[in-house]
């Protein structure tokens, strides 16, 4: 059984910076973080592949950084330059494929998710 666990989310001043952490990230299949804003659909932010392949929304690319430490076994998510748009449940999966994707039907294992708020 997988068990994803996320931490870091809290409430911020636009312009400030989060890391977001996972645990439980796993080598051998892509892990990534999604985003779930009120009225929107959830929606992929960042992918890292078993083979150290990185994907990115558009929205957020040179503003966060998906990485994971093998040696701690977590999967972080550096947030930078965060905007009130940035607001949402963020969640981190794992997917089923090693190679990267942010198709939500891609994964299976979710964590609980770890609110972000960002004011203006």
């Known amino acids: 059984q997988v068990q994803l666990v996320e931490s870091g989310g809290r409430s911020v001043q636009a312009r400030g910076s989060l890391r977001l952490s996972c645990t439980a990230s796993e080598r051998q299949y892509c892990m990534a973080w999604f985003r779930h804003a009120p009225v929107k659909e959830r929606a992929g932010v960042a992918a890292l592949d078993a083979y150290g392949i990185t994907a990115y929304a558009k929205s957020v690319m040179g503003r966060f950084a998906i990485s994971k430490d093998n040696a701690e076994n977590t999967l972080y998510l550096q947030m930078n330059s965060l905007q009130p748009e940035d607001t949402a449940m963020y969640y981190c999966?794992?997917?089923?494929?090693?190679?990267?994707?942010?198709?939500?039907?891609?994964?299976?294992?979710w964590g609980q998710g770890t609110q972000v708020t960002v004011s203006s």
């Open positions: 999966a794992r997917s089923n494929y090693p190679v990267a994707t942010m198709r939500v039907s891609d994964y299976n294992y």
